[in-house]
């Protein structure tokens, strides 16, 4: 139905910015809920940041508050994760995914985008 593909991941050094991109194609359920998560080495997935599509409204994981910003782009189809100083403990997998905004569970995925911050 949907297909979502991640793009933007990179090698950074601590303190560098990453804009991330998901591009969904397909036939995605509306309203929908868009969402970033990561899994860092060792560690469970996480949500990062989410937002709905339809309201405007955004919501962020407490360690994304004020240094990352979800945005999207109707007219393209594309969600955005603005990473601002970056650290070593930001070092994940990223992956975008999304629900219809009345269900809890999110079911559809990317692949995921390396990120890895160090010296």
């Known amino acids: 139905q949907v297909d979502l593909v991640e793009s933007g991941g990179s090698l950074v050094q601590p303190g560098d910015s990453l804009r991330l991109s998901c591009v969904a194609s397909?036939?995605?359920?509306?309203?929908?809920?868009m969402a970033w998560f990561r899994q860092r080495p060792g560690k469970e997935r996480e949500i990062v940041a989410a937002?709905?599509?339809?309201?405007?409204?955004?919501h962020y994981a407490d360690f994304a508050e004020g240094r990352f910003t979800i945005s999207r782009d109707s007219s393209k189809n594309t969600v955005y994760l603005q990473m601002n100083a970056l650290s070593p403990d930001d070092t994940a997998v990223y992956y975008c995914?999304?629900?219809?905004?009345?269900?809890?569970?999110?079911?559809?995925w990317g692949r995921g985008t390396q990120v890895t911050v160090s010296s």
């Open positions: 937002i709905d599509l339809s309201a405007r409204n955004r």
């Open positions: 397909g036939r995605p359920f509306s309203p929908v809920t």
């Open positions: 995914a999304t629900k219809p905004i009345y269900e809890k569970d999110y079911t559809k």
